[in-house]
Antibody
Framework: QVQLVESGGGVVQPGGSLRLSCAAS????????MHWVRQAPGKGLEWVAL????????YYADSVKGRFTISRDNSKNTLYLQMNSLRAEDTAFYYC??????????????WGQGTLVTVSS | QSALTQPRSVSGSPGQSVTISCTGT?????????VSWYQQHPGKAPKLMIY???KRPSGVPDRFSGSKSGNTASLTISGLQAEDEADYYC??????????FGGGTKLTVL
């Protein structure tokens, strides 16, 4: 079955950087678009970024555009999120989520357990 | 990319039905049939319950149903059970490869 396992979260100072990883298994990783979705503690869900199946096209929420970079290594079945210039409002659980399609259109059919990023001095 | 509007909370007794609304605009819910719903229990990851407005993934009970009219989508849970108590989030594709979620609705089973 589909398994998504995030890692890389932690505490970082404002202005700092962090890279999250999401190890995928149980499906043909390079056939599907992948997303990052975040959730501030006690708050709602917010879509963050999409990368299409071959890694060539990437899309971002306005709130992270220019600061975050989504990438993937299909040889390692791993999704990444490089987060730079972090702000307090980036504090959240970050989930990787699988799309049902190559281009990422549609919905999020499987989710990881999330990794917590805390931005604080 | 404004969030979709959901009621903060709804409640119902076991066996009853509840409906959660999700209101957007013609740029998201009204413009596409990519409306999905997610259930989230405390401390857990979200789980897909409805996709493409009204389709259920395998394993989701047929007590869960979805619909859409204009810029508003709805999730109906019939025959409420204690394990349905959770937060529910709607989501819509918003064009140009972006997505928008609702603020979430806390369902309490009385």
């Amino acid at each position: 079955q589909v398994q998504l396992v995030e890692s890389g979260g932690g505490v970082v100072q404002p202005g700092g950087s962090l890279r999250l990883s999401c190890a995928a298994s149980g499906f043909t990783f390079n056939n599907y678009g992948m997303h990052w979705v975040r959730q501030a503690p006690g708050k709602g869900l917010e879509w963050v970024a999409l990368i299409q199946y071959d890694g060539r096209d990437k899309y971002y929420a306005d709130s992270v555009k220019g600061r975050f970079t989504i990438s993937r290594d299909n040889s390692k079945n791993t999704l990444y999120l490089q987060m730079n210039s972090l702000r307090a409002e980036d504090t959240a659980f970050y989930y990787c989520a699988k799309s049902p399609s190559k281009l990422g259109i549609g919905w999020f059919d499987s989710w990881g357990q999330g990794t917590l990023v805390t931005v604080s001095s | 990319q404004s969030a979709l509007t959901q009621p903060r909370s709804v409640s119902g007794s076991p066996g009853q039905s509840v409906t959660i609304s999700c209101t957007g605009t013609s740029s998201d819910i009204g413009g596409y049939d990519y409306v999905s719903w997610y259930q989230q229990h405390p401390g857990k990851a979200p789980k897909l319950m409805i996709y493409d407005v009204s389709k259920r993934p395998s394993g989701v009970p047929d007590r869960f149903s979805g619909s859409k009219s204009g810029n508003t989508a709805s999730l109906t849970i019939s025959g409420l059970q204690a394990e349905d108590e959770a937060d529910y989030y709607c989501c819509s594709y918003a064009g140009s490869y972006t997505w928008v979620f609702g603020g979430g609705t806390k369902l309490t089973v009385l």
